[in-house]
């Protein structure tokens, strides 16, 4: 019963910079790791960026460098600062928690478009 909501997708141009935001609501104790992941049509979904509940992050080879992973709201929440976008980045960005606990779920949000053109 745990929900994953994001915003702040939208249209940007290449070397732009925008920042994604995800929020959890239900029933949590507490959440061990939380990121995003993205996806073009046709394509695998593929890591962006996850952190962990002490701090540690792990980001995609291809936005390491550019991008940044932050837990928020006492760690039910995460943001994700893109900068320098490229047009590679164009995909549905999807928030992603694991081991949502009292009931160790996983839950994903419903995506947001970022698109990156001139």
């Known amino acids: 019963q745990v929900q994953l909501v994001e915003s702040g997708g939208g249209l940007v141009q290449p070397g732009g910079s925008l920042r994604l935001s995800c929020a959890a609501s239900g029933n949590i104790f507490s959440i061990n790791d939380m990121g995003w992941y993205r996806q073009t049509p046709g394509k695998q979904r593929d890591l962006v960026a996850v952190i962990k509940r002490d701090g540690s992050t792990n980001y995609g080879n291809s936005v390491k460098g550019r991008f940044t992973v932050r837990r928020e709201s006492a760690n039910t929440a995460v943001s994700l600062q893109m900068d320098r976008l490229k047009p590679e980045d164009t995909a549905v960005y999807y928030c992603?928690?694991?081991?949502?606990?009292?009931?160790?779920?996983?839950?994903w949000g419903q995506g947001t478009q970022v698109t990156v053109a001139p």
């Open positions: 992603y928690a694991d081991s949502i606990w009292p009931d160790d779920d996983d839950a």
